[in-house]
């Protein structure tokens, strides 16, 4: 009896544990579009958004796509698919060179 009563007690801590993380997220989703200071980058949560709908756009196009496309078509989809990313990398790059430089003015 007392292995099935610390099996449901693990269980009620797990599911406790995992929404206390979920409200943990959500509350940081609400702080990150509110004035309060919030975990997430605010910039960085939109970057990552529209690269993921990019990529999905890119993959997408390249499955329907694939059976016609030929050498040049295809090496055109690559260089976009680099471009999407190095924008991406940069723009974070970016950010991160502005928080540095906010924390210490010496950093150049």
Do not use: C
């Not at 990150?32 to 980058?41: G, L, Q, R």
């Amino acid at each position: 009896m007392t292995k099935i009563k610390n099996k449901m007690k693990a269980i009620k801590n797990w599911f406790v544990s995992f929404s206390n993380k979920i409200k943990w997220f959500y509350t940081e989703i609400m702080n990150m579009y509110s004035a309060h200071d919030s975990y997430f980058s605010k910039k960085r949560v939109e970057s990552g958004v529209a690269f993921l709908i990019a990529q999905f756009g890119m993959i997408f196009f390249l499955v329907k796509k694939i059976d016609t496309m030929d050498v040049y078509e295809l090496s055109i989809w690559a260089g976009m698919e680099f471009l999407i990313a190095g924008y991406t990398v940069n723009q974070i790059q970016k950010e991160k060179k502005v928080k540095e430089t906010e924390e210490d003015p010496s950093v150049e």
